[in-house]
């Protein structure tokens, strides 16, 4: 079994950062591709920002510019730099990780409890 555990959510007034961590423990071989989510109140999960285990990352276009994603695979834990933060990006941020238990084995998808992030003044 694998856990995934965030941290780094809270209250942030508009135009400030946080940084959003996701630690994984458990029975894990390798960590594959990663990302952040966020699912706002009566709007669907969506993709925030993803990161492979070679570090090629993708961000969704309000993230764009103002938000990094990064991973430290020793640690098998993976961030998310918010800077710039706006009212819209209050949602509640979720991690997901694709691990293998094994050397050759299949991949399994995790996700994190969440954990909320709002930006108001």
């Known amino acids: 079994q694998v856990q995934l555990v965030e941290s780094g959510g809270g209250l942030v007034q508009p135009g400030g950062s946080l940084r959003l961590s996701c630690a994984a423990s458990g029975s894990i071989f390798t960590m594959n591709d990663s990302g952040w989510y966020r699912q706002a109140p009566g709007k669907q999960r969506e993709l925030v920002a993803a990161?492979?285990?070679?570090?090629?990352?993708n961000y969704a276009d309000s993230a764009k510019g103002r938000f990094t994603i990064s991973r430290d695979n020793a640690k098998n834990t993976v961030y998310l730099q918010m800077n710039s933060l706006k009212p819209e990006d209050t949602a509640v941020y979720y991690c997901?990780?694709?691990?293998?238990?094994?050397?050759?084995?299949?991949?399994?998808?995790?996700w994190g409890q969440g954990t909320q992030v709002t930006v108001s003044s």
């Open positions: 990161v492979t285990s070679g570090g090629t990352t």
């Open positions: 997901n990780a694709i691990m293998q238990h094994k050397a050759y084995g299949p991949n399994f998808s995790y």
